[in-house]
């Protein structure tokens, strides 16, 4: 069955790095009909879409946060990495990870999610 | 458009029909395919429809999906009261190159 689980630390200090993993389990991240991404969930508001990545390192990120994002990915680990610099107040959210499911030749929907990690900007 | 207008709130009585809007334009919806997700606190968003109307495996058909020209909705028929969550939209924007997601509708069964 397949998992997506997220980890890195839940608490980032202003201006410093943001950094977190998603672990896939069950399923290969190389698999050509998906790509992975990255969805966040500040207190109180909304989804938002931070981006997406292909096996071979394509990338789509959401135009708002300003090149500040960066995503990776480890095929040999079966995981894939988010990185925001200069971490901001404004970047405190749960985080989730999910499957980015491409089978229609469309990014189609989100089908498989983590159960999402909470991180705090905050000195 | 960076996040696309759903209704903040509906609700309804155990039974009732509810259905939630999703406002886009030619860039994303009509273009690519729309889907909807269920999220109660605590826990991750559950996909409930995508390509338009498709559920997937384990979603009770008690829940729909249509598009009509830029727009989408959401129906949920037989509202039960397990259905009390938060419901958003999402689709391919071709001009951002990315995923915009509705604004979320909190559907309240009375």
């Known amino acids: 069955q397949l998992q997506l689980r997220e980890s890195g630390p839940g608490l980032v200090t202003p201006s410093e790095t943001l950094s977190l993993t998603c672990t896939v389990s069950?399923?290969?991240?190389?698999?050509?009909?998906?790509?992975w991404g990255w969805i966040r969930q500040p207190p109180g508001k909304g989804l938002e879409w931070i981006g997406c990545?292909?096996?071979?390192?394509?990338?789509y990120y959401n135009p708002s946060l300003k090149s500040r994002a960066t995503m990776s990915v480890d095929t040999s680990k079966n995981q894939f990495s988010l990185t925001l610099s200069s971490a901001i107040a404004a970047d405190t959210a749960l985080y989730y990870c999910?499957?980015?499911?491409?089978?229609?030749?469309?990014?189609?929907?989100?089908?498989?999610w983590g159960q999402g990690i909470k991180v705090t900007v905050s000195s | 458009q960076s996040v696309l207008p759903q209704p903040p709130s509906t609700s309804g009585t155990p039974g009732q029909r509810v259905t939630i809007s999703c406002s886009g334009s030619?860039?994303?919806?009509?273009?690519?395919?729309v889907n909807w997700y269920q999220h109660l606190p605590g826990t991750a968003p559950k996909l409930l429809i995508y390509?338009?109307?498709q559920r997937p495996s384990g979603v009770p058909d008690r829940f729909s999906g249509s598009v009509s020209g830029t727009s989408g909705s959401l129906a949920i028929s037989g509202l039960q009261s397990e259905d009390e969550a938060d419901y958003y939209c999402?689709?391919?924007?071709?001009?951002?190159?990315?995923?915009?997601f509705g604004s979320g509708t909190k559907v309240t069964v009375l």
């Open positions: 030619r860039s994303n919806i009509g273009r690519s395919p």
């Open positions: 999910a499957r980015d499911n491409i089978l229609t030749g469309f990014h189609d929907s989100f089908d498989i």
């Open positions: 999402a689709v391919w924007d071709d001009g951002l190159n990315g995923y915009v």
């Open positions: 069950g399923d290969s991240i190389s698999s050509n009909i998906y790509y």
């Open positions: 990545i292909y096996h071979s390192g394509t990338t």
């Open positions: 390509s338009n109307n």
